[in-house]
């Protein structure tokens, strides 16, 4: 490894943010009309005029748009943005009735889907929290607390530990199967970790930190692998592995077989999602000041299967999905598993010092600034094929918005002046 390498990918990233990514959202995402964030645009950056705000694309885009400016980046403009969408998600998502965020609304403000999904709150706590701690307005963190709460009094399952996550808007959950009442996920639990652990760094209280650590031991305890420590996507009440199933109200573009059920139901493990959950759990043990290497065995297990199964050493990027002794089943690239692979190799390199992380860095960042960011516009293609051809060519989205590529860059560049720093890299 060389300095000149490591400052050219620094360079790279610090355009893209800087020039490209934050432009673009900045310029486009505030709803200056109806309030909170327009979030649906086409390949050429034009409004879609589509009739919907989703609580994800709202709650990510105040995390976006607090942890640029907490990151130092935007002269403010990121925080006003921020706020104005605090002010949307509080005046018009909030359920003033029985608590918690709605699921959909108009473009208006007007509630279209009034469903409590665990996914979305979980969300609202990670922006509610980081609004907070990059603005210092509390207001974040007291809805973040509410909606803490309330997960905790309706979703805990008291017997089996863990979260359900379908409910109606007066909280009762829902039905089984398709319903998704029957069912805990691993999406969902990954994402109560990096909103848990944002709530604990925001107002350092020792219940959450608590509740941080029990979310921790059954996402190692429960949803890994007992061999390969691959992620499980669905499980039963009872921890018992279920058929992976599309649910009825979905958070991502529709990308089952026919009938809602993958052709491999119960043995595939997303690459992205495995890496992912790894960053975020060091990036949790690091909050709470548990040194990462108490967990270096598991954490080495997670990154290599990627690197030896994932990682397209032919064209570039990150694959899918595949079985979880290895191996892959879908060939394609999806641009948040780009992003959160791209961070996750840098955290394994500077963990373990091998030099087959920085390669697999190396590799999935040719290939996201040689394929999958759509430069002319500025923010990025959500799928393309193997070879880097988009397939899907909408900038925004109610599931795909700037939540994976802007915190990529952010946390990508942190982690590479770490390396210049630790490393001790001078030639």
């Given at each position: 490894m060389y300095k000149e390498q490591i400052l050219m990918y620094k360079?790279?990233?610090?355009?893209?943010l800087l020039n490209e990514l934050l432009p673009f959202w900045l310029n486009r995402l505030k709803d200056k009309q109806y309030g909170g964030y327009i979030t649906h645009f086409d390949q050429n950056g034009i409004e879609t005029g589509e009739d919907e705000k989703s609580l994800i694309a709202q709650t990510r885009s105040v995390y976006t748009m607090s942890s640029a400016h907490r990151a130092g980046y935007g002269s403010g403009n990121c925080a006003e943005i921020?706020?104005?969408g605090i002010d949307f998600l509080i005046n018009k998502m909030w359920d003033k009735k029985h608590g918690g965020f709605y699921w959909m609304m108009d473009r208006k403000g007007n509630m279209k889907k009034d469903e409590k999904i665990l996914y979305g709150q979980s969300f609202a706590i990670y922006c509610l929290s980081e609004y907070t701690l990059a603005t210092r307005d509390t207001t974040?963190?007291?809805y973040a607390e509410k909606t803490f709460n309330l997960i905790q009094k309706h979703c805990a399952d008291s017997i089996y530990g863990g979260y359900?996550?379908?409910?109606?808007?007066?909280w009762n959950l829902a039905g089984p199967g398709s319903q998704g009442g029957d069912r805990k996920t691993l999406d969902v639990h990954m994402?109560?970790?990096?909103?848990?652990?944002?709530?604990?760094?925001?107002?350092?209280?020792?219940?959450?930190?608590s509740k941080l650590l029990e979310n921790i031991n059954i996402l190692i305890s429960k949803m890994l692998h007992p061999?390969?420590?691959?992620?499980?996507?669905?499980f039963a009440p009872n921890w018992k592995v279920a058929p992976q199933i599309k649910f009825d109200i979905v958070w991502g573009w529709d990308r089952y077989a026919?009938?809602?059920q993958k052709k491999n139901p119960e043995d595939n493990t997303c690459y992205g999602h495995n890496v992912e959950l790894a960053w975020l759990l060091i990036h949790a043990l690091n909050t709470l000041g548990i040194n990462a290497n108490e967990y270096r065995d598991l954490l080495k297990k997670v990154f290599d299967h990627t690197v030896n199964n994932g990682i397209d050493t032919e064209y570039g990027g990150v694959y899918v999905e595949g079985p979880h002794k290895g191996g892959v089943y879908d060939m394609e690239k999806e641009f948040w598993q780009q992003a959160e692979v791209m961070i996750g190799m840098l955290d394994a390199y500077l963990l373990f010092g091998s030099e087959k992380y920085w390669q697999a860095y190396g590799n999935v960042h040719r290939f996201v600034f040689d394929k999958v960011i759509n430069h002319q516009i500025g923010e990025w293609w959500p799928l393309l094929t193997r070879k880097g051809e988009p397939i899907w060519t909408h900038m925004g989205h109610s599931w795909k918005i700037n939540y994976h590529t802007v915190r990529a860059m952010i946390q990508c560049i942190h982690r590479l002046n770490r390396i210049l720093?630790?490393?001790?890299?001078?030639k």
């Open positions: 360079k790279e990233a610090e355009n893209h921020a706020r104005h974040g963190l007291e359900f996550e379908m409910f109606d808007r007066s994402h109560l970790m990096e909103a848990f652990t944002t709530l604990y760094e925001c107002s350092k209280k020792s219940f959450f930190q061999k390969y420590k691959t992620g499980i996507s669905q026919d009938g809602g720093e630790q490393k001790n890299i001078t």
